[in-house]
C-alpha cells in the first residue's frame, strides 16, 4: 500500500511548538541551525545500521531507509533554496513533491549505507551554508509556491525541525 501524500502545511512550526517532536522554533537561534543538523547527521548511520532498516512498522510509515533518504533530499532542496535566497532578491521556490521523489527515486530500494554516507555530507553542505551567511542578509526572503515567505533566518528554523521529526519518528 502506498504512503499518503503529507499535504500538511508545515510552516506552523513557526509559530508553535510541534506536539510529536517537541521541536520548538522560539528556542532555536539562527546561529544554533548548524550544529543541530551535524547532530542530526551524526545519529542517522546508526539508525540506518539497525535491524529491520529497511522494513516499514506499517503500511502508511514510512520505513527508517524512507525516512532517511528523505532527509538526505530535505537537506539538499535547502541548500539550494538558501543559496537562491542568497543570489536572488525574493525568488520563488521550485515546487517539490517529496512523496513523488521518494516512488521516482525508490527510496525503498537504495542502500542503507549509501543513503547514511550522502545524507551525512548532504547536511555538511547545508550546515556550512547556514553557517556562511552574515548577519545582515538574515532578512533575505524567499517564496514558496503557496505564497508561504521565509527570510533566511525563518526558513533555517522551519528547515531543522524536518530532520528532527524525523528522527524522533524512527526511534519511536
Known sequence: MPITPDTKNWTWVLERPCAECGFDAATIGYRDVPELVRRNAAAWPAELARPGARDRPDDATWSTLEYAAHVRDVFRVFAGRLALMRADDSPAFADWDQDATALADDYAAQRPEAVAAELVSAAETVASAFEAVPDDELGRTGLR???????????????????????????R
Open 145 to 171: 509556491s503557496d505564497g508561504s515567505a521565509f527570510t533566511i533566518d525563518s526558513l533555517a528554523r522551519y528547515f531543522v525541525h524536518d530532520p528532527l521529526h524525523h528522527l524522533h519518528d524512527v526511534r
